[in-house]
């Protein structure tokens, strides 16, 4: 550390720390002093700069399409999205199977439908189901299940009250039908279902005039005439057939039946059969059938392999 030391002359002087106690002559006039202990010399601080705020930094421009999707991603988050069939609450309406009052739910993994014995158990079913309980808790060890991926399509007359479920059971093709009554049930039903399924299943309305509605109807009441004639000469033959072979116990018994039935009694069956066509074709003439559809739709490989 130096030593600050003042000659007469007025001249300052710095001396080492090892000259303390030592004479020291001025360089500037020859004057001899002795140097003393050291003087700490104050250090001058250079004044600190003045830090004045600057312009923020700038800040990168957000492309307008993209902000309106940042906004369109806040809202989603508000409003309610469209609900897949992964969600985990259930629909319930109410059917009517004989003298039973049905609960058609759609859940999470497909339809159920269980039976009670009057609509006040059916709704407090219904209430519970939809307050979340589970459905091992609500519905009978008679309730039935029908998986989304085994269901086919729905098919429902909207002058009617039946909605029908086209879908595969150990492999074969079968079908289930629900009667709503009113028909404003069927019909909150099947737009929960459309509403669930929009992505999988493909909407379809059809709206039947006269002449379209009467083919099917007359096609069956020709099926069945020509049937009958077939089979009334059938029984005929039989009648009058004095042989014997040896045959399938399904062939012994068509034959015992329809010996026993003869000529007279095929026809008036079938007649009975014809007559029921009739009116069901004058019924859907009458009043053309709007037909609604929902059909599962193709996969891409199932395409491919058709073509």
């Known amino acids: 550390m130096p030593i600050l030391l003042q000659c007469r002359c007025g001249k300052k002087l710095k001396v080492r720390d090892e000259f303390a106690g030592k004479k020291v002559r001025c360089p500037a006039c020859g004057e001899i002093s002795v140097a003393g202990e050291a003087?700490?010399?104050?250090?001058?601080?250079?004044?600190?700069?003045?830090?004045?705020?600057?312009?923020?930094?700038?800040?990168?421009?957000?492309?307008?399409?993209?902000?309106?999707?940042?906004?369109?991603d806040d809202d989603s988050e508000e409003t309610p999205k469209k609900k897949s069939r992964g969600e985990s609450e259930c629909a319930c309406f109410h059917f009517k199977s004989g003298g039973s009052q049905g609960l058609f739910i759609l859940a999470r993994d497909g339809i159920c439908y269980d039976y009670f014995d009057n609509k006040k158990q059916a709704k407090n079913a219904a209430e519970d189901l939809e307050n979340g309980e589970p459905l091992e808790d609500v519905l009978s060890k008679k309730a039935q299940a029908i998986p989304w991926d085994?269901?086919?399509?729905?098919?429902?007359?909207?002058?009617?009250?039946?909605?029908?479920?086209?879908?595969?059971?150990?492999?074969?093709?079968?079908?289930?039908?629900?009667?709503?009554?009113?028909?404003?049930?069927?019909?909150?039903?099947?737009?929960?279902?459309?509403?669930?399924?929009?992505?999988?299943?493909?909407y379809k309305k059809e709206v039947f005039t006269p002449l379209t509605a009467a083919v099917a109807p007359l096609?069956?009441?020709?099926?069945?005439?020509?049937?009958?004639?077939?089979?009334?000469?059938?029984?005929?033959?039989?009648?009058?057939?004095?042989?014997?072979?040896?045959?399938?116990?399904?062939?012994?018994?068509?034959?015992?039946?329809?010996?026993?039935?003869?000529?007279t009694g095929t026809v008036i069956i079938g007649g009975v059969i014809v007559i029921l066509c009739v009116v069901w074709l004058f019924f859907r003439v009458a009043k053309p059938p709007i037909e609604v559809t929902l059909q599962r739709r193709k996969k891409k490989r199932d395409t491919e392999d058709e073509d």
């Not at 700069?49 to 993209?66: E, H, S």
């Not at 009334?232 to 034959?255: C, D, K, N, Q």
Request: no cysteine.
């Open 150 to 202: 085994a269901i086919d399509k729905f098919i429902t007359n909207l002058h009617l009250e039946t909605l029908f479920v086209h879908y595969k059971a150990n492999d074969d093709d079968t079908s289930t039908s629900f009667f709503f009554e009113p028909k404003e049930e069927r019909d909150a039903a099947l737009k929960e279902l459309r509403r669930r399924l929009d992505d999988e299943f493909k």
């Open 39 to 72: 003087i700490l010399e104050p250090e001058i601080l250079a004044p600190a700069p003045i830090i004045r705020p600057g312009p923020p930094p700038l800040q990168p421009v957000q492309p307008v399409r993209a902000r309106q999707e940042d906004e369109d």
């Open 219 to 263: 096609i069956t009441i020709v099926a069945v005439a020509a049937a009958t004639g077939g089979l009334a000469w059938l029984a005929h033959w039989m009648s009058t057939w004095e042989g014997s072979a040896r045959v399938p116990i399904w062939a012994a018994l068509f034959y015992y039946l329809f010996t026993w039935l003869g000529t």
